[in-house]
């Protein structure tokens, strides 16, 4: 298999990208979670979903861009807004979207492989 026939994949290309959308959700949500007691703190949410269907739908000419949102959780006493139980489910079902990419890599691979030999 070489470089070159990989690179040049646009769903191998998408697999990436979304690999890294999801890798970056992950450090956002760690980082909420690790401010959950800091005053004045406001949580982020990541979207690159958006961007990245974009871009699929227009055929790869425009890049997939993630965008950093603020939280639109209640903001406590504390002036912090930081959810536990929505950082740990949103960190739950971004690690599930994480392996699921990994796998489709991975398939992906073997689909070259195979096309290869």
């Known amino acids: 298999m070489?470089?070159?026939?990989v690179s040049s994949d646009p769903?191998?290309?998408v697999l990436c990208t979304a690999?890294?959308?999801l890798s970056l959700r992950q450090r956002v949500i760690a980082?909420?979670?690790?401010n959950v007691d800091t005053p004045g703190f406001r949580a982020s949410s990541l979207d690159f979903e958006s961007s990245l269907r974009a871009a699929v739908e227009s055929g790869g000419r425009h890049g997939a861009e993630a965008q950093l949102l603020a939280s639109e959780t209640p903001v406590g006493?504390?002036?912090?807004?930081?959810?536990?139980?929505?950082?740990m489910l949103a960190?739950?079902?971004?690690?599930?979207q994480y392996q699921l990419m990994t796998r489709a890599?991975?398939?992906?691979?073997?689909?070259?492989k195979m096309?290869?030999?």
């Open 2 to 5: 070489s470089v070159p026939a």
């Open 11 to 13: 769903v191998f290309a």
């Open 19 to 21: 690999l890294d959308g």
């Open 31 to 34: 980082d909420n979670v690790a």
């Open 77 to 87: 006493p504390n002036g912090n807004n930081v959810d536990l139980r929505k950082e």
């Open 91 to 96: 960190a739950t079902q971004t690690q599930f």
């Open 105 to 112: 890599v991975g398939d992906r691979f073997s689909l070259i």
């Open 115 to 117: 096309a290869a030999s």
